[in-house]
């Protein structure tokens, strides 16, 4: 059964229209009007979620986590329509929304049973010491909390699992905290759909109606009314790094300032080294390609960039990346405007005296070809601006002389999501040099595979030093992203009859 949007705005359980509207630009398939988020509106869910914290912030584990299962359930139940209307929207194949999904409804189950077992508390008691001279000592308890109404905003390149019931969503839901969700323009179908998903779940569990609200679309002062609205307590937000700053720097100039949790962008790097560019140079090549070109590089771990030692193996490494990325046919983008960014981006390096085009194409339109360059290592560091994210299938080949100036190159980077060594056993004392370097630019350091997919696990971090993310100390997939939404609490002499999670 096919899914048409209806075009509202979900406020703590209700359905509201306004009088402004903006129409979907999906990349196939009819478009839809939808209501314009506004300020008012903003405010009356704000408060809603406020007042629903009161209920849901002291619900127990288990009832939150039923709650959790209860999303993901719904959310399944509507799959084929969500499937349906996300590919129109984005354009992305139906495979990876499906596959998308699944990631969605799996870390959602996954918190709710890490919350059940009750580890995240961080529980820790000192017993007192009555006896203790010069002076007594009491009963202290710590337990971490849930901090209040958290705002999230929906990504542009992952409609589900960055965006309405994404991963931001659903760590601040396991925490404990009330959502307000700004939907992304780009896919507002789907975010309404699985807005309706969260609503049955409320209704099924009996939660607060507050627990959870949509807000589609609206300009710069609908967003800007999200982060200072005085009941919010936390943002989460992936997205540019233009937008990101902006909405951080409003965040910390607050009467009350809050945690902002953006992630801005990132670049990724690679540092191919000697000996296994020797030995598998050729499949290196067309893994970076395949890596690259991925979901026309809409990824956030898109690595954009190849650090190679020169000489014949990176020739080999490079000729390689070459041959493949000539293969791969135009892909559609996410939006009209990622693709003018894109070419944006392009532009930018084919105007650069230091850049030697590898694979230079024309995109048009929605859709973007993919694009190969190669510069040096002291026209990299020169030009800080070779090193900031081009969002979409486009990397940057860095020839150095030696190890020393890969070490050198590092050492320049600023924060990354990622870094990746591909190394042979013959590298392990090139690699050695570098890792020191790589695990304080990034969240996450990888050896001889590619960034591209991030699993949603324990051990997961994905965040960095600025401006990867605007928190170091944070992870935005993974169960530890709950802890985001948390802060210490100590109780010292509260009977433990009166402490539920104890």
């Not at 919350?115 to 995240?120: L, S, T, V």
């Not at 839901?173 to 998903?197: D, F, N, Q, R």
């Not at 943002?235 to 540019?240: A, D, I, K, Q």
């Amino acid at each position: 059964m096919t899914f048409t949007p209806h075009g509202k705005h979900l406020i703590a359980g209700e359905w509201v229209s306004g009088e402004a509207t903006f129409a979907s630009s999906p990349a196939h398939g009819p478009s839809h009007a939808f209501s314009t988020g506004t300020v008012e509106l903003v405010a009356r869910a704000c408060a809603a979620a406020e007042d629903a914290f009161w209920t849901y912030g002291y619900t127990t584990r288990e009832q939150r986590a039923a709650f959790l299962d209860a999303i993901a359930d719904e959310i399944e139940a509507r799959a084929a329509q969500i499937t349906e209307i996300g590919t129109q929207e984005t354009g992305l194949p139906e495979a990876r929304l499906n596959g998308e999904r699944g990631r969605t409804t799996g870390q959602l189950r996954l918190f709710a049973q890490h919350i059940r077992d009750g580890e995240y508390l961080d529980r820790r008691v000192d017993a007192a010491q009555p006896d203790r001279q010069p002076a007594p000592r009491p009963e202290i308890r710590l337990m971490q909390r849930p901090i209040g109404p958290v705002a999230v905003f929906g990504a542009s390149n992952f409609p589900l699992a960055f965006s309405t019931a994404g991963g931001d969503t659903a760590a601040a839901l396991a925490a404990g905290c009330p959502v307000v969700v700004k939907g992304h323009s780009a896919h507002p179908g789907t975010g309404e759909i699985v807005a309706e998903a969260v609503l049955a779940a409320i209704e099924k569990t009996g939660m607060p109606k507050g627990t959870f609200s949509l807000i589609q679309g609206g300009n710069r002062k609908v967003g800007e009314a999200l982060v200072t609205d005085p009941h919010i307590k936390a943002v989460g937000f992936t997205g540019s790094l233009a937008g990101g700053r902006a909405l951080f720097d409003l965040c910390a100039s607050r009467p009350e300032p809050i945690p902002f949790f953006g992630e801005l962008g990132s670049v990724n790097p690679m540092f191919v080294l000697p000996e296994a560019a020797k030995a598998r140079g050729e499949a290196l090549g067309t893994g970076w390609a395949g890596s690259l070109t991925m979901g026309a590089g809409q990824f956030c771990t898109n690595p954009g960039i190849a650090v190679v030692v020169k000489g014949e193996a990176a020739d080999t490494f490079v000729s390689a990346t070459k041959a493949a990325l000539e293969k791969v046919a135009p892909q559609t983008m996410l939006t009209d405007g990622i693709a003018s960014a894109y070419r944006d981006g392009q532009e930018r390096f084919e105007t650069r005296n230091s850049v030697k085009p590898v694979v230079s194409t024309a995109s048009e339109g929605r859709e973007a070809s993919p694009n190969l360059y190669e510069t040096t290592a002291d026209a990299f560091l020169e030009d800080h601006t070779l090193g900031e994210e081009v969002f979409g299938p486009l990397g940057l080949v860095v020839r150095v002389d030696s190890v020393e100036d890969m070490v050198h190159l590092a050492k320049g980077l600023q924060g990354q999501l990622t870094t990746t060594l591909h190394l042979d056993d013959a590298d392990h004392g090139a690699a050695a040099k570098l890792l020191p370097v790589l695990e304080r630019k990034s969240g996450r350091v990888l050896a001889n595979g590619f960034p591209t997919g991030v699993e949603v696990v324990d051990a997961m971090v994905h965040g960095g030093p600025y401006p990867a993310s605007t928190n170091f100390g944070a992870t935005s997939v993974g169960t530890m992203s709950i802890r985001r939404f948390l802060r210490p609490v100590s109780y010292q002499n509260i009977p433990e009859a009166l402490l539920n999670d104890f």
